[in-house]
């Protein structure tokens, strides 16, 4: 057990050693001791403080964690009033701010020194002093008075509680911003849309909300960061001649400072770095809204003064605004290649982040749901850098009454509005689909490369190329039209020799005889892959059995669910696919039917297979080919339905849901065997 003198000893230098290191870690992003040291450190004096509890100080490391909750801010006097900065929006605007400088100092014909820096755009807070100890910290309110918000402010890592001995003076005050990194920014919002919490616009506010709210512990969760950019009053020491020589006297106090600061010379060096740090702006881990330029001498900054409430020493030169207000004109949708309607909010032209906006993707319905957007609503746009036009969220305030009604894909594109087949929304899905898969020209070049791909209709040499070609030039508009091709048509196309294209033709030709698992394949049915092609032509035997079956019946194959049911029969019903199965049927395409459930029987026939893993000899392709020449089927996901899990060396998942299901296992020999006992007595 300690004496309490030895207690106290203990708590002076661990405090100090922790205060070191979170500034390492927080300050200057380059910790010097692992993250377990540093929880050592930090539970050896939470221990020590419940032993003592009356050595607690708020200065210590443990109070970051946040005090408990206030019933309202104090008000705090500001000594030296916290004033605002003049705004230059153009190069002009610098201009004229660098000459009224000059004329003020009466050295119209010298460069003037400027100290460069980031405009962070977080907000105003000071933070005072007393012998290197955080007594106090407010916020800027209407810059005479602010909130005392101390207890929040201690739980922001980056500022410091106790200034390192011997460099402080006996009273400071210290200006800078409190903001939220971006990358905090994106997890706390990630969280809050997970748990249904408060979901903020952007960074600012997010820091603004946790800072000034009433408890310190939900501040602390925030992980708000805090840069430097000047002082307010100082006692016991002198100071610096220059601004950039305060700044780096603060960081010698371990206050974050601006990395990006610059010493520039005249206007072009102004402009200059307005725009390295405009190119910067947005892989910077902080948002800022422009540069701020201040004269770096201070004595001249003293005989240039204030005009009303804003230093004539100092300008800020904002970047053009990411962020602007406008009117969704109407939503509209774009269907995709695979069919997907996504809509798109038209909105009032505005000019964002350097450009002109006049449209926003808005996603699917579930974003239009989440974001309640309603045509005639006021939307906050956003465009960042490069990034594409966002519509952040709806300015409720300004939402037109009676409200408009809520916007629902399906009800205004009930079909689609490119080729007008019927829209739907499978239960359960996040996107809306044109069931026009075969006809719709969206949907055309997509359609057609799966059609011709080799495990559907394999019409060998029909890429890309040739179906773009095809496509632009109108040769081809469903896959029937393929079947109509001619040798002069195809070698006319680019690079399409005499020879290609009569191997092409070939091909196409050759491919007129398949099966009927390669054909219903090759339609491109949402959600019908290889194994359920094969499973539905062999449950139904024939074209026109499947053409006709209902939803109940197609649930009656294996591994078919409702989800799958519901795709097959929207894409059946949808009467421009089947003019196109019509029309290939006319072209000649054919397959020889097979008989019926179980009548090509294989020594496997009716029992599913799951592989997994690595086999030692096997590949999978060959192991799925010898199971299926065998009549059995390879599913890729285990159900009660499968009769066979296959396992090799480091399986997946579907090893632990066949343990769970309880299903038979196989190793490659067994398999093997299984192949061969049952080939045996066929
Ligand atoms: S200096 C006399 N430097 O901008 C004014 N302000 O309109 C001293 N700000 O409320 C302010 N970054 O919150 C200064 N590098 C920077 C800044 C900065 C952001 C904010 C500050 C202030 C506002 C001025």
Known sequence: MLTRAQAEERLKALRAEIEYHNYRYYVL?????????????????????????????????????????????????????????????????????????????????????????????????????????????ATRGDGYAGEDVTANLRTVRSIPLRLPEGEAPAWLEVRGEVLMLKRDFQRLNEEARASGGKVFANPRNAAAGSLRQLDPAITARRRLTFFAYGIGQVEGTGLPPTHAGVMDWLARLHFPVAAERRLVKGVDGLLAYYRELGARRHVLPY???????????????????????????????????????????????????????????????????????????????????????????????????????????VVLERRPSPPPPRFDILQHYPVCPVCGSRVVREPGEAVTRCTGGLYCPAQRKQALLHFASRRAMDIEGL???????????????????????????????????????GNLLAAIDKSRETTLARFIYALGIPNVGEATARDLAQHFGSL???????????????????????????????????????????????????????????????????????????????????????????????????????????????????????????????????LGDESDTG
């Open 29 to 137: 992003d380059d910790p010097v001791i692992p993250d377990a040291e540093f929880d050592r450190l930090m539970q050896e004096l939470l221990a020590l403080e419940a032993a003592w509890p009356d050595l607690v100080t708020p200065d210590s490391p443990s109070q970051r964690v946040g005090a408990a909750p206030a019933k309202e801010f104090r008000e705090v006097q500001h000594r030296l009033p916290m004033l605002s900065l003049n705004n230059a929006f153009t190069d002009e605007d610098v201009i004229a701010f660098d000459r009224r400088v000059r004329e003020g100092l009466g050295r119209l014909d010298a460069a003037v020194e400027y100290a460069a820096e980031p405009k962070f755009d977080g907000l105003a807070v000071a933070l005072h002093y007393e012998h290197g100890r955080l007594v106090q910290g």
């Open 287 to 393: 948002e800022i809204d422009g540069a701020v330029y201040k004269v770096n001498n201070l004595a001249d900054q003293e005989r240039l003064g204030f005009v009303a409430r804003a230093p004539r020493f100092a300008v800020a030169h904002k970047y053009p605004a990411e962020e602007a207000v406008t009117v969704v004109e109407a939503i509209e949708v774009n269907v995709g290649r695979t069919g997907a309607l996504t809509p798109v909010a038209r909105l009032k032209p505005v000019f964002v982040g350097g450009v002109t906006v006049s449209n926003a993707t808005l996603h699917n319905q579930d974003e239009i749901d989440r974001k309640d957007v309603r045509v005639g609503d006021s939307v906050i746009v956003r465009r960042a850098g490069d990034v594409i036009p966002e519509i952040v969220g």
């Open 463 to 501: 890429g890309e190329k040739l179906v773009d070609q095809l496509v632009d030039r109108g040769l081809v508009e469903t896959p029937a039209d393929l079947y109509r091709l001619d040798l002069p048509t195809l070698a006319g196309l680019e690079r399409m020799a005499e020879k290609s294209a």
């Open 544 to 674: 026109d059995a499947l053409l006709g079956a209902d939803v109940e019946r197609l649930q009656q194959v294996p591994e078919v669910g409702p989800v799958v049911a519901r795709s097959i029969r929207d894409f059946l019903d949808e009467p421009h696919n089947r003019q196109v199965i019509e029309a290939l049927r006319a072209a000649g395409v054919h397959w020889r039917e097979a008989a019926g459930k179980g009548s090509t029987p294989g020594p496997l026939s009716g029992k599913t297979f799951v592989l997994t893993g690595t086999l030692p000899h096997l590949s999978r392709d060959q192991a799925k080919e010898m199971i299926e020449a065998a009549g059995g089927r390879v599913s890729g996901s285990v159900s009660k339905k499968t009769d066979y899990v296959v396992v090799g060396a480091e399986p997946g998942s579907k090893y632990d849901r066949a343990l769970e299901l309880k299903i038979p296992l196989l190793d490659e020999e067994g398999l093997l065997r299984l």
